[in-house]
């Protein structure tokens, strides 16, 4: 192998390992603005024309923020998206990827809380130069619910903990990050 041939493989891996961090930021990037309903963050994960699946309705990529947030704020007090497993194919400019994911749900009230476990299967396009979403099928296959009173029980172990916010107020926003505000358990 010439010189020019390990230097032409070595800039082939590192177009894929780029690219396929930036599709793991778009996913994980519309689970964090489901979280922190942040509707700029989600729509910009998706491309103009792009689709999001939810149940039998097909929601725009450009409306699904506004639509996650009104949900998320009509049935609970809390929701954190973790994607975990993640697996990416990518062809050139295109790219099919099936991200595992937990949404933890603090119902309202606080005293209830729901765990749904499903995938969410993109097909996402590279198009002048940024990954985006191009049509997103979202799946709930392990759903459970349960007791919430770990935070609200003054004697349970958790009490005081930072709690998060569904704005630009939380502290993952924060530049520098300080020890300073917050709303606590």
Known sequence: MTADDR???LERKLQYLTDRQEIYDCIT???RGNDRFDTDQIVC???PD???ELGMKEISGADYGAHANHAHAGI???NLHNVTMHRCDIDGDVAH???YVIGLFLDKGCET???LAGRYIDRLEKRDGKWGIVLRRASVEVPLAGS?????LSFMPGTGYLKGSRDRDDPSYKRPLTTDGGERW
């Open 7 to 9: 230097i032409a493989e």
């Open 50 to 52: 792009g689709i999001h």
């Open 97 to 99: 990827a099936e991200s």
């Open 45 to 47: 994960s998706y491309h």
């Open 76 to 78: 609970c007090e809390a």
């Open 148 to 152: 919430a009173q770990l935070p609200n």
């Open 29 to 31: 990037s519309t689970s």
């Open 113 to 115: 809380s729901r765990l």
